[in-house]
């Protein structure tokens, strides 16, 4: 059997930084959800993206509970979000007995339609919140989402998790809307094992989610809570990961990139196949390259044949309307989600591969057309 091909396996530096921050966490004692590589992580992960304030959290599904708490969304308030995504961006808003409607995308982006936005507004104008996604590393088509939101006055969150790096317009995709979370699992771009970050230029709010974070714990002596908390913080040592990975993320990108210009060079001629699109106004970071099929070849035949060759691929995002647990909830839409969820093969983008490598996922795709 040939050496397996991952999706996107985690990628530690050659310098060896990871661990480097793990030896100081060691030496100094912090094995806590605290310390100086907390610190130094949100600091450092903010600067990088831009963002004024940052808290470093136990995952990025975490961070979205957390802002979403920090919008004021409980029980019953309807939130807007996207529906095409991992159900990590729809389950905090269960937690919080929220009332979640879906919102279809567009072709032009993979991500929220601004269309279908407007009609949900227009449908729910009571909506406490909207959740955007940026999908493997493409960005949203932010302005018109951003001038809807002013308009109607609702905050944005934006799911980052899959982009940071990415720019829309020259600016960072996270630092748009009032809130932004990435995440840091074993899968993303860069990984801490598990992880994740929210950002936002409220200080206030920040500090709010650091003590939500820390169950809560009242500035008392003794152990007195006037809220309901959470065990959500980011061990010192994983942050330590964290600080590591941020100094390689940039040639990440770049590595991501080149999978992706390499997949187009190879396969975009092939009937019926078209990349994920790339926008003039946005540079994204390729989490992953992904691929739609008109043709003859399913994206099954792909998956199943490359499985065969010990190669991980895998199906689009099933859309959340489609759910079975959120059968019960609104969709706004025109089914572009399902569409590109019945037609997509996320390829292996894993920045560990080699020309070969790549050449060798290439041709076993190609042979699918002969
Ligand atoms: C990975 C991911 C999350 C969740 O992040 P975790 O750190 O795994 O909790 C949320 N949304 C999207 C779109 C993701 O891909």
């Excluded at 004021?72 to 269960?94: E, M, S």
């Excluded at 699109?277 to 043709?295: D, F, Q, R, V």
């Excluded at 706004?332 to 989600?337: D, H």
């Excluded at 983008?349 to 996922?361: A, G």
Aim: proline fraction near 4%; aromatic fraction near 10%; glycine fraction near 8%.
């Amino acid at each position: 059997m040939s050496e397996k091909i991952w999706l996107s396996s985690p990628h530690m530096s050659d310098e060896g930084y990871e661990m480097e921050y793990i030896q100081e966490a060691f030496a100094s004692n912090w094995i806590a959800p605290l310390g100086a590589n907390v610190d130094g992580f949100e600091r450092e992960l903010a600067a990088k993206v831009g963002a004024k304030h940052a808290v470093a959290l136990s995952s990025g599904t975490a961070a979205i509970h957390m802002a979403l708490k920090a919008v004021g969304v409980g029980k019953g308030d309807i939130v807007f979000c996207q529906d095409l995504t991992f159900a990590a961006t729809v389950n905090p808003v269960i937690y919080q007995n929220a009332t979640p409607v879906f919102i279809d995308s567009d072709l032009q982006t993979w991500n929220m339609d601004p269309a279908a936005l407007e009609a949900a507004f227009k449908k729910y104008p009571e909506v406490k919140a909207v959740i955007v996604v940026h999908l493997y590393g493409l960005s949203a088509d932010l302005d018109p989402i951003l001038a809807l939101c002013k308009k109607y006055n609702v905050p944005l969150i934006e799911d980052a998790a899959e982009s940071l790096g990415t720019t829309y317009k020259g600016k960072h995709t996270g630092t748009f809307g009032d809130y932004g979370i990435f995440s840091c699992n074993g899968t993303k771009i860069i990984t801490t094992s598990g992880g994740g970050m929210l950002v936002s230029n409220n200080e206030e709010r920040i500090q709010k989610v650091r003590f939500w974070a820390t169950q809560a714990r009242d500035r008392a002596r003794h152990y007195q809570h006037s809220e309901i908390g959470y065990n959500y913080r980011m061990s010192n040592v994983l942050a330590g990961i964290g600080r590591g990975q941020l100094k390689v993320l940039d040639e990440r990108i770049e590595k991501k990139r080149y999978i992706y210009e390499f997949y187009k060079r190879e396969l975009s001629n092939l009937d019926g196949v078209e990349m994920m699109p790339i926008n003039e106004w946005n540079e994204p970071n390729c989490w992953l390259s992904c691929i739609t099929l008109s043709g003859k070849v399913r994206p099954l035949d792909i998956i199943e044949l490359l499985e065969k060759e010990n190669i991980e691929s895998r199906p689009i995002w099933k859309p959340m309307h489609m759910q079975p647990v959120f059968a019960d909830y609104d969709f706004i839409g025109e089914g572009v989600s399902e569409q590109i969820y019945a037609n997509g093969v996320c390829l292996p983008s894993d920045t560990k591969m080699t020309d070969e490598d790549l050449h060798r996922v290439c041709a076993v795709i190609k042979g699918l057309w002969n």
